[in-house]
């Protein structure tokens, strides 16, 4: 079923909020990140709700917190906000962010209960971030592993957790490439 006019609402909206972002440690722009994360959820069947949350996902974290949220729920309705929500990893209240390892088993214990629509938002996001993870090992080795605060250990527990949560409740698809993905990632020998 063809898209609507939301879409392209939520496409300029996503591009003016990270419009000045740039992805760790590349200098490109953000916004094909976000692209590339709502291309694997349309790829595996998602709504156009599921498809604009994609766009979307980073934009509380990242790019103004609960009144971003409060934004993209009154121009997108409940259910993308609560994708968003979802897709989340920590509220920004104007504090900093908690520590990074009990956040991110925070993140993880909560998709154990997360709705599908949340999940394939986050699987997508997940896989697209681990792919451009094997491909700055293969463009600059181990070095890519400097572009994160928990080094290479902390992001090997992370993807590996985050995989086999996916594995466990889906989605398949994506919880399989994802895994292969992975699984090159934890072999790779520079």
């Known amino acids: 079923m063809p898209y609507t006019s939301r879409f392209e609402t939520a496409l300029s909206f996503a591009a003016r909020l990270h419009l000045t972002q740039a992805r760790k440690g590349t200098g490109t722009p953000y916004i ?4 590339g994360v709502a291309s ?4 595996n069947g998602g709504d156009e709700d599921e498809a604009i949350a994609a766009l979307l996902h980073d934009a509380v974290e990242d790019q103004g917190g609960k009144p971003t949220e409060s934004v993209i729920e ?3 309705g409940k259910k993308v906000a609560d994708i968003v929500r979802g897709c989340t990893d920590c509220d920004d209240e104007g504090g900093p962010k908690p ?3 009990p956040r991110k088993e ?4 909560h998709l154990k209960q997360a709705d599908s629509s949340t ?11 681990a792919r451009s993870i094997l491909d700055g090992l293969r463009a600059c080795g181990e070095g890519v592993w400097k572009r994160f605060s928990a080094g290479k250990e902390g992001q090997l527990w992370y993807y590996r957790t985050l995989t086999d949560e996916f594995l466990r ?12 993905t992975v699984r090159m990632i934890e072999g790779w020998k520079s």
């Open 106 to 109: 925070a993140y993880i214990a």
């Open 74 to 76: 009154r121009m997108f």
């Open 99 to 101: 520590a990074w390892r």
């Open 32 to 35: 094909g990140h976000l692209l």
């Open 119 to 129: 999940r394939l938002v986050s699987a997508s996001d997940k896989l697209y971030n």
């Open 169 to 180: 409740g889906g989605p398949d698809a994506l919880a399989k490439e994802l895994d292969a």
């Open 40 to 43: 694997l959820v349309i790829e």
